[in-house]
């Protein structure tokens, strides 16, 4: 069963950056897509950035241009670089692995705890 460790989050002013981290276990990372979600109180997860295993990247809208979508094969790793941030990427922040399709619909069963970003103003 995949296991995935989300971290690198905390509390930033409007403007700053943080780097998110997921540590994967129990997949073949490398033959994989991955893709970074994050969850604001009250609304639904939302698909932020993915990574194709070929290493194709995509954002949605509301931060492409700030987030770089990035991955590590021999660390089992993938990263989310974010830049300029804004109140409005106040969330948590949670990382998932396997097929393109299932990244897309968000289709897993289990998911880490993810980390907590918060951007003050």
């Known amino acids: 069963q995949v296991q995935l460790v989300e971290s690198g989050g905390g509390l930033v002013q409007a403007g700053g950056s943080l780097r998110l981290s997921c540590a994967t276990s129990?997949?073949?990372?490398?033959?994989?897509?991955v893709g970074w979600y994050r969850q604001a109180p009250g609304k639904q997860r939302e698909l932020v950035a993915r990574?194709?295993?070929?290493?194709?990247?995509n954002y949605a809208d509301s931060v492409k241009g700030r987030f770089t979508i990035s991955r590590d094969n021999a660390k089992n790793t993938v990263y989310l670089q974010m830049n300029s941030l804004k109140p409005e990427d106040t969330a948590v922040y949670y990382c998932?692995?396997?097929?393109?399709?299932?990244?897309?619909?968000?289709?897993?069963?289990?998911w880490g705890r993810g980390t907590q970003v918060t951007v003050s103003s």
């Open positions: 990574i194709s295993s070929a290493g194709f990247t």
């Open positions: 129990g997949i073949i990372f490398r033959f994989n897509d």
């Open positions: 998932n692995a396997g097929p393109g399709y299932k990244i897309v619909a968000a289709d897993f069963g289990s």
